[in-house]
């Protein structure tokens, strides 16, 4: 089992940035792969980022791309998401996902945070 825990959110300006985390307890996260996902109000969940397991490969949606990084911590607990040029579209409860494969589908990951908040003001 692997509890994720995510941090970081809050309220930014528009053009601002913010970096969220994703803590893993019970197992190491760095046997897994990762997604980033989002949920604003009205809108179905959607992947942002992912990155694999192992090397470490990253995919990122086209509205991000560019903009977020995602990444991990060399002691393999952490995930983060660096988030640059926000606007008010990004406002959304971001979710980190821990499964066997990065890919953007909610339903390959097994494990998952409760979220945090991210609200950009125009």
């Known amino acids: 089992q692997v509890q994720l825990v995510e941090s970081g959110g809050g309220l930014v300006q528009a053009g601002g940035s913010l970096m969220l985390s994703c803590v893993a307890s019970?197992?190491?996260?760095?046997?897994?792969?990762v997604g980033w996902f989002r949920q604003a109000p009205g809108k179905a969940r959607e992947c942002v980022a992912t990155?694999?397991?192992?090397?470490?490969?990253?995919w990122y949606e086209d509205s991000v791309r560019g903009r977020f990084t995602i990444s991990r911590d060399r002691a393999g607990n952490t995930v983060y998401l660096q988030m640059n040029k926000l606007t008010p579209e990004d406002t959304a409860v971001y979710y980190c996902?821990?499964?066997?494969?990065?890919?953007?589908?909610?339903?390959?990951?097994?494990?998952w945070g409760q979220g945090t908040q991210v609200t950009v003001s125009s």
């Open positions: 019970g197992r190491t996260i760095s046997g897994y792969a």
């Open positions: 990155i694999s397991r192992g090397v470490g490969s990253t």
């Open positions: 996902a821990a499964g066997s494969v990065a890919v953007a589908e909610d339903r390959a990951y097994a494990y």
